[in-house]
């Protein structure tokens, strides 16, 4: 899952030409006489620009071999835009896609709207028995399959080998152990230790489990958030920044902490497998055994950090649903999921291709596939994609003075409240 990443939405055809979105496809998909599939499919990808976009275009770009009559629209999408501009073109039912890069959290969400066309008994689930449990979790909807899990995710700190080893410090394990490197990290280098993104929550979810808090209780349909746990994660995240062992921002995090951590400029970061290929072209990385990778520091309740992913849909009014179903399937079979993770070290969802050899012995791979095992499952609810925008507001006026971290989990309780009518 990777979030909040600023980009211009990169449009290319990869054959010979390109109609409409799905919605408004007048070709459409069709059968021939043959049982060949025939017409435009539009995949909006909302990968990162740069790095991860060039895999999957080019994965893309081996269906249309397959499939020589069927043509592939590609459109990049900024991962920040697409949750709203794909419900706002599938409510007007003009301009949505065919098939979309759905976050795993609002794919429940597309489905209670209506938008998605489910997938239970088409071509575009199978072998079903072989994805991992928790990747399936994020598909299902009210006894429906609604999607196909792509790749699966969390969270670790990423380190810079040779400012640890310049300070002589460890990979801190608790945030007490966090502090202290700090310290010492800026009193032998003159560095920062950490870079903590401020204007997105999801970087806040491990430090809220690391005190033993959450969102919700979605089985209590119980606000939880601002719970005592969770105004004592926005007190240890306030502490980490007033401290002065982590910088933050409030506006432009990724390239900000992007930046900072390919250029050396601090020790670490909070981020994901998303995060690899983008991280190795910076300088710091160029010999890319620089990067270290560890969970994410415990808090006082124990170590923590979200799962996430993303998983591929189709459009309820999509008129090319046999070649959508089959461009699905073709994404998400263990011969793509093997090459994405050999070319970007992205974590599979089907269980068989963790035994390939070249996955198996892909370091990063290796060390976030036990984190994944251990990660914490999000609610999958409808409104589990929501739950950021009133936490993101808060969680940055903490961060940056203007707000008490008690005042900041308070505000955020109440906007759920608001969401969640019927909740606790």
Same mark, same amino acid.
């Given at each position: 899952?990777?979030?909040?990443?600023?980009?211009?939405?990169?449009?290319?055809?990869?054959?010979?030409?390109?109609?409409?979105?799905?919605?408004? /496809?007048?070709?459409?998909?069709?059968?021939?006489?043959?049982?060949?599939?025939?017409?435009?499919?539009?995949?909006?990808?909302?990968s990162?620009?740069?790095?991860?976009?060039k895999?999957?275009?080019?994965?893309?770009?081996?269906?249309?071999?397959?499939?020589? /009559?069927?043509?592939?629209?590609?459109?990049?999408?900024?991962?920040?835009?697409?949750?709203?501009?794909?419900?706002?073109?599938?409510?007007?039912?003009?301009?949505?896609?065919?098939?979309?890069?759905?976050?795993?959290?609002?794919?429940?969400?597309?489905?209670?709207?209506?938008?998605?066309?489910?997938?239970?008994?088409?071509?575009?689930?199978?072998?079903?028995?072989?994805?991992?449990?928790?990747a399936?979790?994020?598909?299902?909807?009210?006894?429906?399959?609604?999607?196909?899990?792509?790749?699966? /995710?969390?969270?670790?700190i990423? @380190?810079?080998?040779?400012?640890?080893?310049?300070?002589?410090?460890?990979?801190?394990t608790?945030?007490?152990?966090?502090?202290?490197?700090?310290?010492?990290?800026?009193?032998?280098?003159?560095?920062?230790?950490?870079?903590?993104?401020?204007?997105?929550? @999801?970087?806040?979810?491990?430090f809220?489990y690391?005190?033993?808090?959450?969102?919700v209780?979605?089985?209590?349909?119980?606000?939880?958030?601002?719970?005592?746990?969770?105004?004592?994660?926005?007190k240890?995240?306030?502490?980490?920044?007033?401290?002065g062992?982590?910088k933050? /921002?409030?506006?432009?995090?990724w390239?900000?902490?992007?930046?900072?951590?390919?250029?050396?400029?601090?020790?670490?970061?909070?981020?994901?497998?998303?995060?690899?290929?983008?991280? @190795?072209?910076?300088?710091?990385?160029?010999?890319?055994?620089n990067?270290?990778?560890?969970?994410?520091?415990?808090g006082s309740?124990?170590?923590?950090?979200?799962?996430?992913?993303?998983?591929?849909?189709? @459009?309820?009014?999509?008129?090319?649903?046999?070649?959508?179903?089959a461009f699905?399937?073709?994404?998400?079979?263990?011969?793509?999921?093997?090459?994405?993770?050999?070319?970007?070290?992205?974590l599979?969802?089907?269980?068989?291709?963790?035994?390939?050899?070249?996955?198996?012995?892909?370091?990063?791979?290796?060390?976030?596939?036990?984190?994944?095992?251990?990660?914490?499952?999000?609610?999958?609810?409808?409104?589990?994609?929501?739950?950021?925008?009133?936490?993101?507001?808060?969680?940055?006026?903490?961060?940056?003075?203007?707000?008490?971290?008690?005042?900041?989990?308070?505000?955020?309780?109440?906007?759920?409240?608001?969401?969640?009518?019927?909740?606790?």
């Amino acid at each position: 899952m990777r979030r909040g990443i600023a980009a211009t939405a990169l449009v290319a055809s990869l054959a010979l030409s390109a109609t409409a979105c799905g919605g408004d /496809d007048s070709e459409g998909a069709k059968n021939s006489s043959g049982g060949k599939l025939s017409g435009t499919v539009t995949w909006w990808d909302t990968s990162n620009v740069g790095s991860e976009d060039k895999v999957f275009r080019k994965l893309a770009e081996g269906f249309t071999k397959k499939h020589p /009559d069927v043509k592939i629209k590609y459109v990049n999408v900024p991962f920040g835009e697409a949750q709203n501009k794909f419900k706002n073109a599938a409510q007007s039912g003009s301009g949505a896609p065919d098939v979309i890069r759905s976050e795993v959290a609002w794919t429940p969400e597309f489905a209670d709207l209506g938008y998605l066309a489910p997938l239970d008994g088409t071509a575009a689930l199978k072998d079903e028995s072989d994805f991992l449990k928790q990747a399936a979790a994020s598909t299902k909807y009210e006894d429906k399959t609604y999607a196909v899990p792509q790749v699966i /995710d969390t969270m670790g700190i990423f @380190y810079n080998k040779k400012i640890f080893k310049e300070a002589g410090v460890q990979a801190p394990t608790t945030i007490a152990e966090l502090k202290t490197a700090a310290k010492t990290i800026k009193d032998k280098t003159g560095k920062t230790a950490l870079y903590l993104r401020g204007d997105d929550a @999801y970087w806040f979810l491990s430090f809220l489990y690391g005190e033993g808090g959450d969102l919700v209780d979605a089985e209590k349909k119980q606000i939880t958030v601002d719970d005592p746990a969770g105004v004592k994660a926005m007190k240890v995240v306030k502490d980490l920044v007033d401290s002065g062992a982590a910088k933050t /921002d409030a506006t432009d995090g990724w390239n900000n902490m992007q930046s900072a951590f390919k250029d050396g400029k601090v020790a670490m970061m909070i981020n994901g497998p998303w995060a690899v290929a983008d991280t @190795y072209a910076g300088k710091e990385f160029k010999d890319k055994a620089n990067l270290g990778v560890a969970p994410v520091p415990a808090g006082s309740a124990g170590q923590g950090a979200p799962q996430g992913g993303h998983n591929l849909a189709v @459009y309820a009014g999509s008129k090319n649903l046999e070649a959508s179903y089959a461009f699905v399937e073709y994404m998400t079979s263990a011969e793509a999921q093997t090459q994405v993770a050999e070319e970007l070290s992205l974590l599979p969802t089907r269980t068989s291709v963790y035994s390939k050899p070249k996955v198996a012995a892909d370091q990063i791979i290796g060390f976030f596939k036990p984190a994944v095992d251990k990660a914490v499952e999000r609610p999958w609810i409808p409104e589990g994609g929501s739950l950021f925008a009133p936490l993101v507001t808060e969680y940055t006026k903490v961060l940056t003075d203007q707000t008490t971290p008690e005042k900041g989990a308070s505000t955020a309780g109440d906007a759920y409240r608001k969401l969640l009518k019927d909740w606790k």
